[in-house]
């Protein structure tokens, strides 16, 4: 894989495949020999190994997503405390300093709302956060449960202007 992980998948394999990008992965979601075969000229994935064993294993990987309705990868792509805290750590826990290279000041994570010519970054991530708030129809003494909530911004801004009890709850050992 793309990030240094691998996956034996026999006690003795004969055919090795490299995923060298993640979005490599799109062509085993639903395996096909047509889509292995794609992945393969494109140049998406590279396969070593015996002719013979490599068209077993196309074989092998196209039967199973078409018996398995969630996809060959489901197996190894599930999701486990180690796995989610790994994976959090790698993108979030650079360092602030960072983010802050093109983040707004509340380090809001995502996309803006510019209502007007004009505004600022700070302003349009405040406005979109608000925005989400009035949605939910937020009201003084209700209670916001934020998970994944990266530097706290929605919370904050939940309890100061709108006065909900807000708690946020993150992987990251790296927020404020």
């Given at each position: 894989?793309?990030?240094?992980?691998?996956?034996?998948?026999?006690?003795?394999?004969?055919?090795?495949?490299?995923?060298?990008?993640?979005?490599?992965?799109?062509?085993?979601?639903?395996?096909?020999?047509?889509?292995?075969?794609?992945?393969?000229?494109?140049?998406?994935?590279?396969?070593?190994?015996?002719?013979?064993?490599?068209?077993?294993?196309?074989?092998?990987?196209?039967?199973?997503?078409?018996?398995?309705?969630?996809?060959?990868?489901?197996?190894?792509?599930?999701?486990?405390?180690?796995?989610?805290?790994?994976?959090?750590?790698?993108?979030y826990d650079v360092s602030n300093a960072f983010y802050?290279?093109?983040?707004?000041?509340?380090?809001?994570?995502?996309?803006?709302?510019?209502?007007r010519d004009g505004d600022t970054l700070e302003q349009?991530?405040?406005?979109?956060?608000?925005?989400?708030?009035?949605?939910?129809?937020?009201?003084?003494?209700?209670?916001?449960?934020?998970?994944?909530?990266?530097?706290?911004?929605?919370?904050?801004?939940?309890?100061?202007?709108?006065?909900?009890?807000?708690?946020?709850?993150?992987?990251?050992?790296?927020?404020?």
């Amino acid at each position: 894989m793309w990030n240094g992980r691998h996956y034996d998948l026999s006690a003795d394999p004969k055919v090795t495949i490299n995923i060298p990008s993640p979005t490599a992965l799109r062509y085993f979601i639903a395996p096909d020999l047509n889509k292995l075969g794609e992945a393969y000229v494109e140049g998406h994935i590279n396969v070593t190994g015996p002719i013979e064993e490599v068209f077993k294993v196309g074989e092998g990987l196209a039967r199973a997503g078409s018996d398995n309705p969630r996809g060959v990868l489901h197996n190894f792509i599930t999701h486990t405390r180690e796995r989610d805290r790994a994976a959090i750590e790698y993108h979030y826990d650079v360092s602030n300093a960072f983010y802050a290279l093109f983040l707004d000041p509340h380090m809001v994570y995502s996309c803006a709302y510019f209502k007007r010519d004009g505004d600022t970054l700070e302003q349009a991530q405040l406005q979109k956060v608000d925005h989400i708030l009035r949605k939910l129809r937020l009201r003084p003494g209700e209670r916001l449960l934020d998970i994944g909530c990266g530097w706290g911004t929605l919370v904050m801004r939940a309890a100061q202007v709108f006065g909900a009890h807000a708690t946020g709850v993150t992987l990251s050992q790296k927020q404020y």
